[in-house]
């Protein structure tokens, strides 16, 4: 079982629609986790992070967290063609210095 | 500087060739950290560094591989004997925050890459 695992997609939304994004992980002593994008070629880009359980917002996008269940989901409100990108679940392992990433999903917003 | 640099943005070597890959952080980030991402994949870490000491290298993947930041601000990753499975974008990233706090939740910021390429 990989540490942290993203279905890799594609996830393909139509424009304006709300796109879901999951990401599982394994260790249950986790403390803090991120959402980043990144465009092809390029190099990843914080979106959100997040560390209580529970929904934290930010402008289009929402990080959710549930520790019981060892899930955090990222939604993107509003979806834009700008958006089509791989996204990338982050975790910080117990030991506090490895940032544990999961292979990413793309996704395809179409205009 | 304004943002995490890394040089070379490209390299070809052929196999069994020494490489070093550069990381200039941003100034004054405590945390440093490589990671190496294959086609497809999200980034691997390699090691991790506060400061100059290298607190974790567990992800280096094997003893051909070696990191340095001497003076606590660049640093340097080196490949001996080049394979060509070792052939990835090499990420740096750099953070204010030092990891392991029970609170970190402050942004790494990435450089561009190195990509490197084993012929």
């Known amino acids: 079982q990989k540490e942290v695992e993203q279905n890799s997609g594609p996830l393909s939304v139509p424009e304006g629609a709300i796109a879901s994004l999951n990401c599982t992980y394994s260790?249950?002593?986790?403390?803090?986790f991120f959402w980043y994008r990144q465009y092809s070629g390029k190099s990843p880009e914080l979106i959100m992070f997040i560390y209580s359980n529970g929904d934290k917002e930010d402008g289009r996008f929402t990080a959710q967290l549930n520790k019981a269940s060892q899930y955090v989901s990222l939604l993107i409100r509003d979806s834009q063609p700008s958006d089509s990108a791989t996204y990338l679940c982050a975790v910080i392992n117990t030991g506090g210095f490895k940032t544990i990433f999961g292979a990413g999903t793309r996704l395809f917003v179409k205009a | 500087g304004a943002g995490v640099s890394q040089s070379p943005r490209y390299k070809v070597a052929k196999r069994g060739q020494d490489v070093a890959l550069r990381c200039d952080p941003i100034s004054g980030h405590v945390s440093l950290f490589w990671y190496q991402q294959a086609l497809g994949q999200g980034p691997e870490f390699l090691t991790y560094?506060?400061?100059?000491?290298?607190?974790?290298k567990s992800g280096l993947p094997s003893d051909r591989f070696f990191a340095e930041r001497p003076e606590g601000s660049v640093s340097t990753l080196k490949i001996q004997r080049t394979q060509q499975e070792d052939s990835a974008v090499y990420l740096c990233a750099s953070s204010s925050e030092l990891s392991g706090s029970r609170l970190l939740n402050t942004e790494a910021f990435f450089g561009q890459g190195t990509r490197l390429t084993v012929v």
């Open positions: 560094f506060q400061n100059e000491a290298q607190l974790d």
């Open positions: 260790d249950r002593g986790s403390q803090s």
